[in-house]
């Protein structure tokens, strides 16, 4: 495997790790898992589309993750205003999602971000070393989930996931931690996804597909090697993860493995990380 393959694979793995840390603030902080980030990631690359093609390259980004942020308030509203299941909050605005991000792009279905006019260059166009400008990018985001998370409202937002019975008895409006924490989330997972279109140059509708599962996977493959759960822990988890994950995705498109076969690799992956926990007490138990 050449430098250029390897560079290429850490590049996109802290492109993919920005939605890694979304997905993390959801899936572990407030211990839901949301089904919004496949729309929502699409979303961020349809944003940035739109926007970088208009000659506003850079506000684009800050577009993207905004828009995503409307999309996890979508989802926390659902749940908490309407009451309905977390699982099927998220599978109702992605599904929703699909069309709005089809009208972003002016109902088209892919939109190349390729022109001559130098206004709408992209953030990798305008520098020789995409990993100069990634590596600042996560590591600003990083530290400010850190420094957040440390914040009396991070706290909250973190006793939300850990036990929501007792935030409320606390006179903590539990619901408006849910809406913060799925905005952030969604956020930076739409963000992830505008990266992800500057840096390849094009954005697709249905590009969002199986993106929790790549996120969980980052996440999942960076705690197996920190194994420690403590906030600054899991999200440098997230990133390192993130990064591995890529590397090993590239490494078996290099040995042959279709790229197609990779979504489902993906999923039994995650699927057997989160079951050992269950399988080794069970095992416990049968011995005991």
């Known amino acids: 495997m050449s430098s250029a393959v390897i560079l ?7 492109v993919l790790s920005v939605l890694s840390l979304g997905v993390y603030i959801s899936f572990r902080i407030l211990d839901i898992p949301d089904l919004t980030v496949d729309g929502s990631f699409s979303t961020g690359a349809a944003t940035v589309a739109v926007m970088t ?25 659902l749940q908490t205003k309407m009451h309905i299941q ?12 699909y069309s709005i991000n089809l009208r972003i792009m002016g109902n088209l279905p892919n939109m190349p971000l ?3 006019d130098p206004a709408n260059a992209t953030l990798f166009d305008k520098i020789d070393q995409p990993l100069l400008a990634l590596i600042p990018i996560v590591a600003v985001i990083g530290l400010l989930l850190y420094w957040f998370f440390k914040t009396n409202l991070g706290l909250a937002i973190r006793a939300t996931g850990n036990n929501e019975a007792m935030v409320r008895s606390s006179s903590i409006n539990a619901d408006t931690m849910k809406i913060i924490g799925f905005a952030i989330s969604n956020g930076l997972v739409a963000l992830s996804g505008a990266l992800f279109a500057q840096y390849n140059h094009f954005a697709d509708v249905t590009g969002g597909t199986g993106m929790m599962v790549i996120g969980l996977a980052g996440i999942i493959v960076g705690e197996a090697i920190l194994q420690k759960h403590t906030i600054g822990f899991g999200l440098f988890a997230a990133i390192l993860g993130a990064c591995i994950y890529r590397f090993l995705y590239t490494l078996a498109l290099q040995f042959g493995v ?11 992956l995650v699927a057997i990380t989160i079951s050992i926990p269950y399988l080794r007490k069970r095992k416990g138990t ?3």
Request: charged residues 5%; glycine residues 14%.
């Open 258 to 268: 279709p790229s197609g076969d990779m979504n489902l690799i993906s999923a039994i």
């Open 8 to 14: 290429k694979a850490i590049e996109l793995g802290l």
């Open 53 to 77: 093609m208009a000659g506003a390259p850079m506000v684009g980004l800050f577009a993207a993750f905004l828009a995503g942020c409307v999309c996890g308030i979508i989802t926390a509203l």
């Open 86 to 97: 977390p699982l099927l909050a998220g599978i109702i605005t992605m599904t929703g999602l």
């Open 114 to 116: 390729i022109s001559l």
């Open 286 to 288: 049968e011995n005991a």
